[in-house]
């Protein structure tokens, strides 16, 4: 005798009048259109079409490169001399100087790198000279000093001024103000 | 009837003329398999309307995908589990089942269930059809085709545990109504 599990295995029922139109129907709306040899000849449209476009993309790349070239003209290619070489660094060594200085004197005075220091910003400090003597300076002028003995970066034309106004002010025991027109002009006579 | 309608194709140049998509083919493996199938698409549908759709759902797959059929197992079973993986994608649409914690369910034995074999086969199946979805499923899956908890679980987006708590419940409900029928039946 059959068990239920084979009865339930082998239950048939007579599908349902119309089933197979409807599954007609569906086949045909899924139906896709074959062209014959299409399959195969795609393959080939398809790799074709790709070397084709990487060829165009090579060639146009190819041109634009050679393009370039030829249109750069040879006089505009800097020829780095080394007679010029000392000077433009020179000139870039000024340019960087004039940056910093601009802002050293932009900062306001309570913000300066030596005032920063004091509780209550100061116009001028006193510092003492290699000597022992005071000498008094702007807080500004002090900044500027500071900042030319910096290594990095390398200030050599600031840093041969700034020497230059180290040694003339430390000759005196009183140092010229911003604010002094006849101390500015005594000092620029001294320096001459 | 002319002579061509009485011949009946053999199962290779059956699947070959669906191949070719040869309707007249495709018509004859319709007739070949439709009541075996819908009988599968009745034991995993709630209603009759629900086994139509399986029934056209899954036949267009066997002649979408009869290319694939590689010749080397039973064609009937091919074609069957096409029928039952439509049955169940149908199911996970309708039913959501949810990941139960795992408990030792009372196993119930096959053989207390064996008084299913004296009854027609009409009265088993609607014995099975007033299962639950979720049971029902599981059961079909297991007891009737023979499918692993593990392939059960896959099929159903379910846990292992889920499947065997799910079948142990089915079989319990399984047993109250062949109870019930019983007890009908010697009054």
Redesign the interface.
Known sequence: ?????D??????????EG??N???A??DD??VIKIPGLRSKSKFLFYGMTAAASLIIILISTFLFNRNKEIKPVAEVPVVKTDNLASQKEKDSIELNKQILETIIQTPPDKKLLASNFKKPKKYLTIAGPEGQPVKISTKAATLIVSADDEYPPKPVWNKKIEKWKQIMLSSTTSPTATNLVDILQLASSND | MTEKSNHIPSESDLIQGCID?D?QM??SL??RF???????C??YAGN?EDA?DI??EG??KV??NISKFRREGSFEGWVRRIFVNTAIEQFRKKVKLYNVTEVQENTIEDKE??A??L?A?KD??NI?NELSPGYKAVF?LH???GYSHKEIADLLGITEGTSKSQLARAKGVLKKFIETRLNKTSK
Not at chain 1, 1 to 5: A, D, Q, S, T, Y
Not at chain 2, 34 to 40: C, L, W
């Open positions: 005798m059959e068990n239920f599990k009865k339930l295995y082998h239950y048939q029922a007579p599908p349902p089933a197979w409807k599954i007609s569906g086949l899924q139906k | 998509e309707r495709q018509e319709y007739n439709s009541s075996k199938m819908y009988g599968v009745l034991r009759s139509n029934l056209q036949f267009i002649f979408k269930l064996d299913l074999d009854l086969t088993i199946i099975v079909n007891v009737v085709e």
